[in-house]
C-alpha cells in the first residue's frame, strides 16, 4: 500500500520534509526541538530532545538504518532507529509514501468540506470562547481606537498576528464598528498558493465558498453572491477550464479566477479579520472570501496577460458589488518583511529607515486610490521588500480607482532575536 509505514532495515530513509521546520525550545531548563509545519500536514503535539539533532543530519534519503548504525552509540540498536524512524514518518515528517498519501488525503478532505476551520486559536489569541471576548473586549478598551464612522467602502489593515499588531488592528476597526453591511468581501493575500503551482500558476485569484469556523462563532459564505461570480465566470466562454477538482468547480483562466481553494486550507490571512468583525459587530453578515497570489508578472509587463486578468476580475468586482451599498470590502495585507529571517543580508534595523521611506510611498498611493502609482512603485525593483499586501490591494484599487482613503495606522515589527521586521498600516476608504 502507497500510505504503508517505513518498515526496512536496508532501504534508505526517507529524507525529512524540507518545509519542516526544526525549533529549540527550552522547558524546566532542559532544550527540545519542536517541529513546525507550514503546509499544516504535520501533528505539533510533540518535541524530542535537543540530542536527536545529530540523528536528522544522517536522514538525507540515501542512509538506510543500517548506515545509521555505524555513526551511532553502540547501545542503540537497529529496532531502535527503525521504530524512531517509523514515529517520524507516522508524525508526517518525512517524505515518504506515507506522507505523499496523508498530504493527498487532507487536502481532499478539506476541498470536500463545507466549513474552513480556524487555524491561528490558541496561537495568536485564546481559543476559549469566553477567554478571547475578554481579551478582545479589554483590547478595545485600553487600547487607541478610531472615531467611528457611519459608513464606509472599505479597509485594508493588516493579518499580523495579535500578539504584536493589536493596536494596530483595534485603531482599524474600531472606525467600522458601526457599520452594518450584510455581505462583506474579503480579498486577502496568499502565502499558500505558491506551493501548488499546478493548481494556481496562471489562477491569482483563489474563490472559496465555505462558512469560516471561527472562537467567536461561524461566518457563513455567500453563497448567492458566490454563485453570481461563478454564473459569471461560466457565461464568459472564451476561455473556460475546469480543474478535477473534489466539486468540479469552474475556473476561467481569463478572469485568473478558480473555485479550487486548496490555498485558504492553511491560510490565516481572511480569519483574524473576520474574528474582529463578529466580535464587533451584532448583526448577520455573509463572507466572500478571495485570496489573491502573485501578482509579480505586472512588473515587467502591467499590460500583459495577467494585466488582462487583474483587469476582468477587478471589473467583475465593481459590476458585481460596486454599487451596492449593503456590501463592504475587507482588504487583509502586511507591508514590509526585511531581514535574515526573509533572507536579507543585514538585519532589519539597518533597513528600517529605508523601508518606512517605501512603505510610506505605499500607503500614500494606496490612500489616493492610485493603483498605477502602487504598480510603479511596486515595480522599481521588483518588490524589494516583500509586501504582501500589494496583490490584494492593487486589485481592489483597480476595481475602485477613484476611490480615497485615510491613513490610520503605521507600525513595525521589530522581530529582534531574529534580527528581522515586519511592517504593517491600515487605510479606511470611505
Known amino acids: 500500500m502507497a500510505d504503508k509505514i517505513f518498515d526496512s532495515f536496508t532501504d534508505p530513509i526517507p529524507p525529512l520534509r524540507y518545509e ?23 501533528q505539533s503535539d510533540f518535541a524530542v530532545p535537543y540530542s536527536a539533532q545529530s540523528l536528522f543530519s544522517l536522514f538525507d534519503g540515501s542512509r538506510s538504518v543500517e548506515d545509521i548504525l555505524e555513526f551511532s552509540d553502540d547501545q542503540i540498536t537497529r529496532e531502535q532507529v527503525l521504530e524512531y524512524v517509523q514515529f517520524l514518518d507516522e508524525k508526517a515528517l518525512l517524505h515518504s509514501p506515507h506522507f505523499k498519501e496523508h498530504a493527498r488525503e487532507t487536502e ?33 478598551e485600553k487600547l487607541p481606537t478610531s472615531e467611528p464612522v457611519d459608513s464606509a467602502k472599505a479597509l485594508y489593515a493588516p493579518h499580523i498576528d495579535y500578539r504584536v499588531g493589536l493596536n494596530s488592528y483595534v485603531k482599524a476597526f474600531s472606525a467600522i464598528k458601526n457599520l452594518k453591511p450584510k455581505r462583506v468581501v474579503v480579498i ?6 505558491g506551493l ?11 474563490v472559496s465558498n465555505k462558512d469560516f469556523e471561527l472562537v467567536n462563532g461561524t461566518v457563513k459564505a455567500d453563497q448567492a453572491a458566490i ?42 490571512s481572511i480569519e483574524l479579520h473576520l474574528l474582529l468583525l463578529n466580535h464587533l459587530w451584532d448583526h448577520e453578515f455573509k463572507i466572500v472570501p478571495i485570496v489573491v497570489g502573485s501578482l509579480e508578472e505586472l512588473f515587467y509587463k502591467a499590460d500583459g496577460f495577467q494585466g488582462k ?31 535574515k529571517k526573509f533572507g536579507d543580508d543585514k538585519p532589519a534595523k539597518e533597513l528600517f529607515e529605508e523601508i518606512r521611506s517605501f512603505d510610506e510611498d505605499f500607503l ?16 522599481q525593483k521588483y518588490d524589494p ?23 490610520l495606522t503605521y507600525d513595525i515589527w521589530d522581530e529582534e532575536e531574529r534580527e528581522s521586521g515586519v511592517s504593517f498600516g491600515s487605510i479606511l476608504y470611505r
Not at 486577502?188 to 498558493?193: E, G, I, L, N, P
Not at 501548488?196 to 483563489?206: K, N, Q, R, S
Not at 521588500?385 to 491613513?407: D, H, M, Q, V
Open 364 to 379: 500614500d498611493f494606496g490612500a489616493e486610490g492610485n493603483p498605477d502609482k502602487i504598480l510603479e512603485l511596486m515595480s
Open 20 to 42: 519542516i521546520q526544526i525549533i529549540p525550545v527550552k522547558q524546566n531548563g532542559e532544550t527540545f526541538l519542536y517541529f513546525q509545519d507550514q503546509l499544516g500536514y504535520a
Open 227 to 268: 454563485q453570481e461570480i461563478e454564473d459569471q465566470v461560466r457565461d464568459d466562454k472564451t476561455d473556460n477550464k475546469s480543474h478535477s477538482a473534489a466539486k468540479a468547480r469552474i475556473s476561467n483562466i481569463d478572469y485568473g479566477i478558480t473555485f479550487h481553494d486548496r490555498a485558504h486550507r492553511i491560510e490565516h
Open 108 to 140: 481532499r478532505t478539506y476541498e470536500e468540506s463545507e466549513v474552513h476551520p480556524s487555524n491561528t486559536y490558541g496561537i495568536s489569541y485564546p481559543e476559549d470562547p469566553e477567554e478571547l471576548e475578554h481579551f478582545l473586549n479589554e483590547a478595545f
Open 385 to 407: 521588500y516583500r509586501t504582501c499586501g500589494y496583490p490584494p490591494l492593487f486589485s481592489f484599487l483597480k476595481a475602485f480607482p477613484n476611490l480615497s482613503g485615510e491613513i
Open 196 to 206: 501548488h503551482p499546478d493548481l494556481y500558476e496562471e489562477y491569482p485569484f483563489v
Open 309 to 339: 486578468q487583474v483587469e476582468k476580475f477587478s471589473g467583475l468586482l465593481n459590476e458585481l458589488f460596486g454599487d451596492d451599498e449593503d456590501t463592504f470590502f475587507c482588504i487583509s495585507g502586511d507591508l514590509a518583511h526585511v531581514g
Open 188 to 193: 486577502a493575500t496568499s502565502h499558500y498558493s
